[in-house]
């Protein structure tokens, strides 16, 4: 089963990377889109899946990942990310039961990521699968 992520479209991965439960994307989002903070009211989002496009994600249709796993039930994406001079590679973290986006840009030390996760018998994902990058 093959999965394309595309979501649509600011903040920096390091400033998240510290979040365990789903790598560089923030665990969960808010209804205005913004990781929780202290007095959100805001019902909030658990992390989903994740696009990578080579500049503006509203200008491409992503970067494909390299290879999908064809097990069933199983979520597992591999993206090598390749770099073209002057244009940054963008990440869009989506969320369960809401179309906000978390964005941000891919530190050029990065070179890969990988998501791993369950789904259900229609694909789709359950929980909050994990991102690792490298």
């Known amino acids: 089963m093959r999965i394309f992520l595309v979501a649509s479209f600011g903040l920096m991965l390091s400033a998240v990377a510290a979040n365990a439960d789903s ?3 923030p665990a969960t989002v808010t ?3 913004e990781p929780p903070g202290a007095g959100s009211a805001q019902m909030e989002h658990r992390f989903k ?3 990578f496009y080579l500049g503006d994600p509203k ?3 992503g970067v494909p990942s390299d290879d999908d796993s064809e097990k069933e039930r199983q979520l597992e994406q591999h993206w090598e990310l390749t770099r073209v001079p ?3 590679i963008t990440m869009v ?3 369960h039961g809401t179309d906000k986006t978390y964005v941000s840009t891919v530190p050029n030390d990065v070179k890969g990521c990988v998501l791993s996760g369950e789904m259900n018998d229609r694909g789709d994902v359950l929980g909050s699968p994990d991102l690792t990058c490298k």
Do not use: T
Request: with cysteine.
């Open 23 to 25: 790598g560089p994307c």
């Open 31 to 33: 209804d205005d889109g």
């Open 49 to 51: 899946d994740v696009g």
């Open 59 to 61: 200008d491409n249709d």
């Open 86 to 88: 002057g244009k940054p």
């Open 93 to 95: 973290c989506r969320y």
